[in-house]
Nanobody, 115 residues
């Protein structure tokens, strides 16, 4: 399984970005895909996740501002990030969890929000 994340960049506070993550390889019909972020010196934390059935989960800090969605036909997950804040600055990673083979991670994509 390979994951390719894209869409990071530099944006001003209050702006928007959309991250994408395309998965390829052996993908279970039952899976979950999610976005995590990590700031240097801190643990990686969950931002949002979505199951193959469409159930979503969000970290409290991003609720109401970020929206996770997926296109199962394309094995792609998206993260629409609106009203960005400087504290959203981090390296963002995509994760796929196959029910029968475990976790897979993308390379990181850097999101920088300037004040």
């Amino acid at each position: 399984v390979q994951l390719q994340a894209s869409g990071g960049g530099l944006v001003q506070a209050g702006g928007s970005l959309r991250l994408s993550c395309a998965a390829s390889g052996r993908i279970s019909s039952l899976n979950s895909m999610g976005w995590y972020r990590q700031v240097s010196g801190k643990q990686r934390e969950l931002v949002a996740s979505i199951t193959s059935g469409g159930s979503t989960n969000y970290a409290g800090a991003v609720k109401g501002r970020f929206t996770i969605s997926r296109d199962n036909a394309k094995n792609t997950v998206y993260l629409q990030m609106n009203s960005l804040k400087p504290e959203d600055t981090a390296v963002y990673y995509c994760k796929l969890t196959n029910w029968d083979s475990g976790n897979y991670w993308s390379q990181g994509t850097l999101v920088t929000v300037s004040s």
